[in-house]
């Protein structure tokens, strides 16, 4: 098994559970850069439907959406915590998480912090780790053509363009 505990392994139902009940995202370290990891997932998530909210002292805003300093900044209720920071930042992320009662701690792929995910976990929250909130709602729920993927079109050549 992998540095997650068996029991954080999600299963599909929890996945399925969590991404349909869930409609608000706070993407911690949302970059403005679109060509970034979470800027990507971000605006996939978005135009599935959901509300994102940037959370980046760097910016004021982030794909169309006001961006907050902090978590604890935003003065709405939040489903996810989408995390794309270093693990050793997730115990504070976690802390200001249960503090705004986030139903979902959710690390990215490569975000691991065990201390963060039992804290989390004994605050009530489902928390997922080491798995990307756009990936996991492309294979759950169908939108594995966002981007060219399973677009029913087969060819062997490369396109002379490269949608910005």
């Known amino acids: 098994m992998s540095a997650i505990d068996a029991e954080f392994e999600t299963d599909i139902p929890t996945l399925r559970r ?17 060509h970034r990891p979470s800027n990507f997932a971000a605006k996939y998530m978005q135009e ?17 959406e006001k961006c907050y300093p902090s978590l604890r900044d935003i003065p709405e209720p939040v489903d996810i915590v ?12 976690a802390a200001d998480a249960i503090a705004i009662k986030a139903r979902v701690l959710w690390m990215q792929i490569g975000v691991i912090n ?13 928390v997922v780790i080491d798995r990307c909130v756009k990936i996991e709602h492309a294979r759950l729920f169908g939108g594995l053509n966002f981007v060219g993927v399973n677009t029913k079109v087969i060819s062997s050549r490369r396109p002379r363009h490269v949608a910005n």
């Not at 991404?19 to 970059?31: M, N």
């Open 82 to 93: 989408d995390c794309f920071r270093a693990s050793h930042e997730i115990p504070a992320i």
């Open 114 to 126: 065990m201390e963060a995910a039992h804290a989390a976990r004994a605050a009530g929250l489902d």
């Open 18 to 34: 969590v991404l349909a009940e869930s409609k608000t995202i706070a993407v911690v370290g949302l970059s403005a850069h679109w």
């Open 48 to 64: 599935h439907g959901y509300r994102v909210i940037p959370v980046n002292p760097a910016y004021q805003e982030v794909l169309g």
